[in-house]
């Protein structure tokens, strides 16, 4: 199993992203969330790939993909999504099962109710789509979203700070199986030139993902996309309510609660692999 590091230009973006996996094996594409890129898989993907053709894009905004400055790029969950898609189309994905989480969730949403005859299957990770499962954390951002000012705003910038990018790590989690290296390199990402106000941006933005939820929640219950729910039980930002919401419009959706925190991959990607590789058989195939 060999990693490759690739980049694909989409007009005026680099899109950088991991491939594993032999081309003609079902797809998965994973999105990743905030703070974070597509190293946050960097445990999983080894674990999919031998029967998977596995694909992480670093999203505009995060990583190493490289995309015009704010003032000339529109840092939206509609234009990451638009980007998604495009992604998907130059690499020739014409099918393929989504992992979603965080941000990932309401990029990869949008993508598949665009484009419902190409997703193959659903696993999302403390990716949310209903109002129960936001937690209390969120009433900053809400304040933000409902009166948008300089006071506002600034009320979301702690959210930035490498203290709180540690604390998505480990909040919940066992610190001795979380390794320093994840929020380390986030927080000099989020660190970098600009990036603050791209952040701050995506922030307000996201009450668009809310609007959405009644869109997101009807396409699941007109197509009923093959859904799995694994979810760190103990995030501060998504509670385990919106992991089990997914079974009221996908009844056949399938949940799990896992011991740990928000990124549950740095404690729980081998457990979440064997969940992954048991749905997928069953609902989409392997390579074996």
């Avoid at 005026?12 to 992203?17: I, R």
């Avoid at 790939?49 to 400055?69: E, M, Q, R, W």
């Avoid at 609660?257 to 195939?285: C, P, Q, S, W, Y």
């Amino acid at each position: 199993m060999t990693v490759t590091y690739k980049t694909k230009k989409l007009g005026d973006v680099d899109v950088f992203y991991r491939e594993a996996g032999r081309p003609g094996a079902p797809v998965l594409l994973l999105l990743h969330g905030y703070p974070t890129a597509g190293h946050m898989f960097r445990e999983l993907i080894p674990l999919l790939a031998s029967d998977y053709h596995v694909i992480a894009p670093d999203l505009p905004g995060f990583g190493n993909t490289k995309a015009p400055p704010r003032g000339q790029f529109d840092y939206s969950f509609d234009h990451l999504a638009q980007v998604v898609t495009a992604f998907t189309e130059a690499l020739g994905l014409n099918k393929y099962a989504l992992y979603v989480f965080d941000y990932g969730a309401p990029t990869g949403f949008r993508v598949a109710a665009a484009h419902p005859e190409r997703v193959t299957a659903i696993i999302t990770q403390n990716g949310n789509a209903y109002e129960e499962g936001l937690s209390d954390v969120w009433a900053p951002y809400q304040a933000y979203w409902r009166a948008p000012s300089e006071q506002t705003r600034a009320a979301c910038r702690d959210a930035l700070s490498p203290e709180a990018i540690r604390m998505q790590y480990l909040h919940g989690a066992d610190p001795l199986k979380v390794s320093p290296d994840g929020y380390t390199l986030d927080a000099a990402y989020i660190a970098r030139p600009g990036m603050d106000d791209i952040q701050l941006d995506l922030v307000l933005d996201y009450r668009t993902n809310v609007a959405l939820y009644p869109a997101w929640q009807a396409y699941f219950r007109k197509h009923q996309p093959p859904l799995l729910s694994v979810w760190g039980d103990k995030d501060p930002f998504f509670l385990p309510a919106g992991a089990k919401a997914y079974q009221r419009d996908i009844p056949d959706a399938e949940v799990h609660l896992l011991n740990t925190g928000h990124f549950a991959l740095e404690t729980h990607a081998a457990e979440i692999a064997v969940l992954m590789h048991d749905f997928l058989a069953r609902k989409v195939g392997s390579l074996a």
